[in-house]
C-alpha cells in the first residue's frame, strides 16, 4: 500500500519455473501505462557497456518494437537511463552516453504500454493485462537468457605435451 501511496503503482512479480528471471508488472497510475520486464544481470566477461549491451540485444528476436525498451543501471550512484531496442540496435553507444566511463552492470528488458483513457475502466484495464502479459512473455522474455560465469578452462600441461614418453612413464617401459 506504500508504494501505491507514495509511487502511484501497483507491482507484482511473477516466477516463471526455468525463467531467465521474474517477470515484473507495474501498472502506473499517474501515467496510465503498465510496465512489463525482465531484469538481467550483465555478462561479467564483456568489458564495455556496447559489448554487454549487445550480448542482451541480441536476445531480442521480436521485430516490432515499437513500446520494448532496455534500462541500462549503472555502479554506484549513477542513475539507470532507458533506451528504445530499435535505437539502440541501430547505435549501442547512445546507451552510455554521457557515462562513458562507467560500465553497465544489470539491464531492465521492458514494454510500456499507455492505455489512457483504458486504465480507468477496470474491464478494459484486465483485458490489455491479460494481453499484454502473455505477449511480452512469448515475445521477449521467453528467448532471454541469464549470464553465468562461463566454466573455466584447462591449460596445456607442458610436461604432457612433450612429443618423448608419456608422463610418468619412462623409455622402453611398455604401457
Do not use: C
Request: glycine share 6%.
Amino acid at each position: 500500500m506504500d508504494l501505491l501511496r507514495s509511487d502511484q503503482q501497483l507491482r507484482s512479480e511473477l516466477n516463471i519455473p526455468g525463467a531467465a528471471a521474474p517477470l515484473e508488472i507495474v501498472a502506473n497510475l499517474g501515467h496510465r501505462t503498465i510496465e512489463i520486464g525482465m531484469s538481467l544481470k550483465a555478462p561479467g566477461d564483456r568489458k564495455s557497456t556496447k559489448a554487454r549491451l549487445n550480448w542482451i540485444l541480441r536476445q531480442i528476436k521480436l521485430e516490432e518494437m515499437d513500446d520494448l525498451h532496455v534500462r541500462v543501471h549503472w555502479p554506484g550512484k549513477a542513475e539507470a537511463n532507458s533506451e528504445p531496442v530499435s535505437t539502440l540496435k541501430d547505435d549501442p553507444d547512445l546507451a552510455s552516453k554521457g557515462k562513458e566511463h562507467l560500465v553497465a552492470r544489470s539491464f531492465d528488458v521492458f514494454s510500456s504500454t499507455r492505455l489512457g483513457p483504458k486504465f480507468a475502466q477496470p474491464v478494459k484495464f484486465i483485458a490489455e493485462l491479460e494481453r499484454l502479459v502473455p505477449a511480452f512473455y512469448g515475445d521477449v522474455g521467453a528467448s532471454l537468457s541469464a549470464w553465468k560465469k562461463p566454466a573455466p578452462s584447462l591449460k596445456p600441461d607442458p610436461i604432457t605435451e612433450t612429443k618423448g614418453p608419456a608422463a610418468g612413464q619412462l623409455e622402453g617401459d611398455q604401457p
